[in-house]
């Protein structure tokens, strides 16, 4: 059974920093992707980032890039968002996906990703 468990939200000031955890069990890193994802209630879901461990290419909506860095502890099944200068903006569930690679170059895109993970809440506030 593929488990994806995202952790690590909290509340925040304007400019602090989180980082957030997920948790991986029952995939393998070779076939899928793992991206990061955010929903605020009544807006869609919009993926932050992404990472492939077979390649090691990382993605990042342009909301996000240049203040989260997302990355990978093989050995743990662990993927990592750092999230540094937060903004309210950012303030929404946090969501760990899969994607196949073979979908890879539609990161972007939250219909590709095919198993979820309990949400994280994060709080930015002004």
């Known amino acids: 059974e593929v488990q994806l468990q995202a952790s690590g939200g909290g509340l925040v000031q304007t400019g602090g920093s989180l980082r957030l955890s997920c948790a991986a069990s029952g995939l393998t890193f070779d076939d899928y992707a793992i991206g990061w994802l955010r929903q605020v209630p009544g807006k869609e879901r919009e993926v932050v980032s992404c990472?492939?461990?077979?390649?090691?290419?990382?993605y990042y909506a342009d909301s996000v890039r240049g203040r989260f860095t997302i990355s990978s502890d093989n050995a743990k099944k662990t993927i990592y968002l750092q999230m540094n200068g937060l903004r309210p903006e950012d303030t929404a569930v946090y969501y760990c996906?899969?994607?196949?690679?073979?979908?890879?170059?539609?990161?972007?895109?939250?219909?590709?990703?095919?198993?979820w993970g309990q949400g994280t809440l994060v709080t930015v506030s002004s």
């Open positions: 990472i492939s461990r077979s390649d090691g290419s990382t």
């Open positions: 996906g899969r994607v196949p690679l073979l979908l890879l170059k539609q990161w972007a895109n939250p219909g590709v990703y095919d198993v």
